[in-house]
């Protein structure tokens, strides 16, 4: 499912490449799941004008399990990500998220509609560019 997104900040700007992004998702509308909970995650192609579509979904055994949090499912759970730039989630603890970003992948806290994140990443993604 492709999107033309609205999150373009000024025609003539130098595109920036694409890249994945991966989404908490329980139903594939909203992000609204705890990384360390999540079992299936949405994965986009974001282009560099902020258009999206929908790549495929990749499920994946939770890592937190009642309060303990397994190392060798963290690991597991991140590897699966490595080709994405950013992870989209309702929640993330501090562990994971640097374990996130030592691995390459920068976990963001955006929940809602996805198509809403996704349009927020992308201008956060375009004014990176910027400067």
Do not use: W
Request: proline fraction near 3%; aromatic fraction near 8%.
């Amino acid at each position: 499912m492709a999107k033309t997104s609205s999150a373009n900040l000024a025609e003539g700007q130098p595109k920036t490449a694409g890249y994945r992004v991966a989404a908490a998702s329980s139903d594939g509308i909203v992000i609204n799941q705890h990384f360390g909970r999540a079992d299936i995650f949405y994965i986009y192609e974001v282009t560099g004008k902020g258009n999206y579509r929908f790549l495929e979904t990749r499920t994946v055994t939770p890592v937190c399990d009642g309060g303990n949090h397994d190392e060798e499912k963290l690991c597991s759970s991140i590897d699966r990500f490595k080709d994405c730039k950013y992870i989209l989630v309702s929640r993330i603890g501090i562990g994971a998220a640097n374990r996130m970003e030592q691995s390459g992948v920068t976990p963001m806290e955006l929940p809602g509609m996805i198509g809403e994140s996704l349009d927020k990443l992308a201008v956060y993604e375009q004014l990176q560019h910027l400067f």
